[in-house]
């Protein structure tokens, strides 16, 4: 099976159960709320002295049977949990250390210290201890329930959940400079902190910016959709592109393109985010060298018809990135996930995408990652390494000084 026909298959079935009826599962019921105080209330263990062996049944005196002396015990242990304000949960004889273990519950408020250093010296007790909670070491790892997430080439690459434990873009602000973001799109609800508009009419949500801004931001662990690489980033929609009617195809223009590189200058923008390419443009050059003199990160996508002379992506100091298919220019460019990567669409759908514009939505989302905490004014062999394919759980383990290097 390719790589398309499985990614094609879990997305095929995560919609499936992203379409189904949200109360087709079965509850699982709630203890009732006295119920569940008891459940969590703390416990601790009362160590009863067992007779000696030949008192017991089987030994060669056998003054009374093991029946007989689990009652005179049972009665002991109840009589010390009334006394001392306790409840009794259940017992169990360890007779290869000679104690009966006795479990009693607090259900006034106490410490099972206090209470363990009121049963010492009580007639008949061993010892007590609390009832102790053991964590095992062999934890899976931290997982998302996102039903698209694993249909998402950055999850298998990059381990999401795992990065997101130590990083997640907070206090990073990314400037996406594309067509109209779906806001309302139920993975990007409360994701996108602004929007602005540099092109005039064309109110209604579009295809290719909803797109990267899902890659970017979409909001984790909401049991649906995908998980953005930098989710807990400040993310500002720059609408200077738009489609055409007339085939589709997203598109913009210098004036548009400037006045949103402008505007993300003036607002103190972390990341700038082109997921474009067309003619060198002076104007433009002289915006984008700004951003970069002023700490900012631009990260721009590659065309794959002329990679060697891509604008914006070929300027100095830019992040010029492409998609798995441009592997060959792996000296001179990033290479990032982006063939066959679900992502939001407008009108609350997902589907399938692919192109170097979506391989720089990834990056500009681990540029996020690796600014957080104030790497700022760093160039991009400095925050991504050398050119190649991006091992984004190094990077941040590097950047966080992490022993471990790898997700």
């Known amino acids: 099976m390719t790589g398309l026909a499985r990614r094609c298959r879990a997305l095929g079935v995560a919609l499936g159960l992203a379409l189904s009826a949200p109360g087709a599962a079965a509850a699982v019921p709630a203890l009732p709320a006295a ?36 009652q005179m015990r049972l009665r002991l242990a109840r009589r010390i949990a009334g006394e001392h304000r306790l409840t009794l949960v259940e017992d169990w004889p360890m007779e290869l250390i000679g104690v009966d273990c006795v479990i009693m519950r607090i259900d006034d408020g106490r410490s099972p210290d206090a209470v363990v250093r009121e049963l010492s010296g009580v007639h008949g007790v061993a010892w007590s201890q609390p009832l102790n909670t053991f964590e095992l070491q062999g934890a ?48 990007l609800a409360g994701q996108i902190a602004g929007s602005s508009d540099f092109v005039p ?13 899902g890659i970017i931001a979409a909001r ?30 997203t598109v913009c223009d210098s004036l548009s393109l400037a006045k949103a590189l402008t505007f993300a200058i003036e607002s103190h923008v972390d990341v700038i985010n082109l997921s474009l390419a067309g003619p060198p443009d002076p104007l433009l050059t002289r915006l984008i060298a700004l951003a970069l003199a002023r700490g900012a990160t631009v990260v721009a996508a590659i065309d794959p018809h002329r990679p060697a002379t891509s604008f914006p992506a ?83 383990a590097q950047r966080f000084h992490l022993q471990d290097r790898g997700c």
């Open 220 to 249: 984790p662990n909401n049991a649906m959709g995908i998980v953005g690489i930098a989710p807990g980033a400040r993310v500002l929609g720059l609408r200077a592109c738009w489609e055409r009617a007339q085939d589709g195809r």
């Open 35 to 70: 119920q569940q105080q008891a459940a969590e209330a703390p416990r601790v263990m009362v160590m009863l002295d067992l007779p000696p062996a030949h008192l017991r049944a089987g030994g060669s005196y056998g003054a009374y049977g093991d029946d007989a002396g689990r």
């Open 314 to 396: 070929s300027l100095s100091g830019v992040v010029a990135v492409g998609d798995e298919r441009l592997s060959a220019l792996r000296d001179s460019v990033y290479i990032a996930p982006g063939v066959d990567v679900p992502t939001t669409e407008p009108e609350g759908k997902w589907g399938l995408v692919s192109g170097s514009s979506y391989a720089a939505a990834h990056v500009s989302g681990l540029a996020a990652l690796l600014r957080q905490g104030g790497a700022t004014r760093r160039p991009a062999d400095s925050l991504l390494g050398p050119h190649g394919t991006i091992d984004a759980c190094a990077l941040v």
């Open 201 to 213: 009419g064309r109110p209604q949500p579009e295809r290719h910016g909803t797109g990267v801004a």
């Open 140 to 187: 899976a790892a931290p997982r998302y329930n996102d039903r698209l997430l694993a249909a998402q080439p950055a999850d298998a690459r990059w381990h999401l959940a795992r990065l997101h434990r130590v990083a997640t873009g907070r206090g990073v602000t990314i400037g996406i400079v594309d067509s109209r973001i779906d806001t309302a799109h139920p993975d």
